[in-house]
């Protein structure tokens, strides 16, 4: 059996980032840490956050335990995500501490929409409208803005079309998707500009991805059930190889059906640890860890 391990599988630098602050916050803050929503798309991440009393907080800042504010003491920390402009005045509010681990990508997009919609553009953001990055975008706009997901969203923009309009993308989105997308959109004759924010890293692992499936006999994609790029991935393999698995965690190979003599391939999710797909690599080669 021959086992290939994508090379830009696992953790990508945003994730490592937010990831290695919420810890650090739980060994010197001197209240509870708190995170905005799950920090990273991965249940086994969070799971050991909130053995380390970690506790997760949504939009009304309400402690789930306490049914109260966090103290003032606290530390509340942006999760890689990112969140919109009226949020994050909200958590200032509260007088705790705030450590930003919102992804520098992620930021970068919110500083783009925030100018543009300011300067008078339509914002356009292609994403999944439910994903919390993009939500997040969306609350830095000073102006209209529609998103887009697939080519029947288009159609909306009609209401903008003597405006000129500014697209910026969803980080983990599908780079061929966002290309014809945007293609769509200069054919109809919307007078748009076009910053491709889709991060470096997610175009080089769905590249990567989509070569290793084109030569396995099965792909296993590792990574969390709510993870966006995760599925992305998955997508891509599943369209080169049809014996393509989304699991997230060494259990999940139970339901994965490799053959002894097959060429296997592994990728994985930018919030996968590492020791998961070792871990996934070494069962899958028969060996231990």
Same mark, same amino acid.
């Given at each position: 059996?021959?086992?290939?391990?994508?090379?830009?599988?696992?953790?990508?630098?945003? /994730?490592? *980032?937010?990831?290695?602050?919420?810890?650090?916050?739980?060994?010197?803050?001197?209240? *509870?840490?708190?995170?905005? &929503?799950?920090?990273?798309?991965?249940?086994?991440? /969070?799971?050991? #956050?909130?053995?380390?009393?970690?506790?997760?907080?949504?939009?009304?800042?309400?402690?789930?335990?306490? &049914?109260?504010?966090?103290?003032?003491?606290?530390?509340?920390? #942006?999760?890689?995500?990112?969140?919109?402009?009226?949020?994050?005045?909200?958590?200032?509010?509260?007088?705790?501490?705030?450590?930003?681990?919102?992804?520098?990508?992620?930021?970068?997009? +919110?500083?783009?929409?925030?100018?543009?919609?300011?300067?008078?553009?339509?914002?356009?953001?292609?994403?999944?409208?439910? +994903?919390?990055?993009?939500?997040?975008?969306?609350? %830095?706009?000073? &102006?209209?803005?529609?998103?887009?997901?697939?080519?029947?969203?288009?159609?909306?923009?009609?209401?903008? *079309?003597?405006?000129?309009? %500014?697209?910026?993308?969803?980080?983990?989105?599908?780079?061929?998707?966002?290309?014809?997308?945007?293609?769509?959109?200069?054919?109809?004759?919307?007078?748009?500009?076009?910053?491709?924010?889709?991060?470096?890293?997610?175009?080089?692992?769905?590249?990567?991805?989509?070569?290793?499936?084109?030569?396995?006999?099965?792909?296993?994609?590792?990574?969390?059930? +709510?993870?966006?790029?995760?599925?992305?991935?998955?997508?891509?393999?599943?369209?080169?190889?049809?014996?393509?698995? +989304?699991?997230?965690? #060494?259990?999940?190979?139970?339901? /994965?059906?490799?053959?002894?003599?097959?060429?296997? &391939?592994?990728?994985?999710?930018?919030?996968?640890?590492?020791?998961?797909?070792?871990?996934?690599?070494?069962?899958?080669?028969?060996?231990?860890?």
């Amino acid at each position: 059996m021959e086992v290939k391990v994508a090379a830009s599988a696992g953790f990508c630098f945003g /994730v490592k *980032r937010a990831v290695d602050l919420v810890y650090e916050e739980t060994e010197k803050s001197q209240g *509870r840490v708190y995170t905005m &929503g799950p920090i990273i798309h991965n249940e086994q991440v /969070v799971s050991d #956050l909130e053995k380390r009393g970690v506790r997760i907080i949504g939009d009304d800042l309400i402690d789930p335990e306490t &049914g109260q504010l966090p103290s003032p003491e606290s530390t509340i920390i #942006l999760r890689s995500h990112g969140v919109s402009r009226e949020l994050t005045e909200k958590i200032k509010a509260t007088g705790c501490k705030v450590a930003n681990a919102t992804c520098p990508f992620v930021k970068k997009i +919110h500083d783009i929409v925030d100018k543009r919609s300011r300067e008078g553009y339509h914002i356009v953001i292609i994403g999944s409208p439910v +994903h919390p990055e993009v939500q997040g975008i969306r609350g %830095w706009v000073g &102006g209209t803005c529609s998103i887009v997901e697939n080519a029947g969203d288009i159609e909306a923009l009609r209401a903008y *079309r003597d405006r000129p309009m %500014w697209v910026v993308s969803q980080t983990t989105f599908n780079h061929n998707k966002f290309k014809e997308l945007v293609e769509i959109m200069e054919k109809m004759g919307y007078h748009v500009v076009v910053t491709n924010t889709i991060c470096s890293a997610t175009k080089e692992r769905q590249t990567e991805a989509l070569e290793l499936a084109r030569t396995s006999d099965t792909m296993i994609v590792i990574g969390g059930k +709510h993870s966006s790029n995760t599925q992305k991935l998955y997508d891509i393999c599943l369209s080169q190889c049809k014996n393509t698995y +989304h699991i997230q965690t #060494l259990d999940d190979l139970v339901t /994965v059906n490799i053959q002894s003599d097959s060429c296997v &391939g592994i990728t994985a999710g930018a919030s996968t640890p590492n020791t998961i797909i070792q871990e996934v690599f070494a069962h899958v080669r028969g060996t231990e860890l």
